[in-house]
């Protein structure tokens, strides 16, 4: 029973160490997450020689592509803590082939949330257009559970956004 308020004692001196030691914790904005950005660019075919190397990594592309573009964003060094990757592909494909790349993707189960690159980019899908995609699981074509692949059956065109977490 004469422990317990030593303990106590013991236990106050380490929280008021503790609150003493906060104004040295303070986050530097120098030192907040660092962002970076790997892009693929170049030629059109140089693109879509590299965006269908990332997509081989996990399932090679079922048909050709007639164009592709390729970013992603990392926020953190991976160096003082985790980082997060945001990626965004956007790949034109023949819209008569469109069946080939939707065959093995599993429909979205729940509703897709827009995203789009820190700084905007042409090639993106817009907000107001968003909804008129047909949206599935990214699994199968990226290799990674969060995020989606969007389909526009209008135009061809396949937009992935992946995170991770």
Known sequence: MKSRPLRNVQLRGIILIALLALP????NPAS???TSVAEVIGSSKKRVAEVSAILAKAKTPPTAILD???LEEQ???GVLGPSD???FYAIKVARLNLAQWT???TPLGTTAEYAAPAKPRDWWIARDVFSSLQFYKPDALTGRVNGW???SQQT???YIFTFTM
Do not use: E, S, T
């Open 68 to 70: 592709a573009y390729f």
């Open 32 to 34: 907040a997450p660092k």
């Open 24 to 27: 040295a914790c303070k986050v």
């Open 75 to 77: 926020i953190g060094d």
């Open 149 to 151: 692949v969007g389909v």
């Open 85 to 87: 990757f945001r990626a």
């Open 103 to 105: 065959k093995d993707l």
């Open 156 to 158: 061809g065109q396949i």
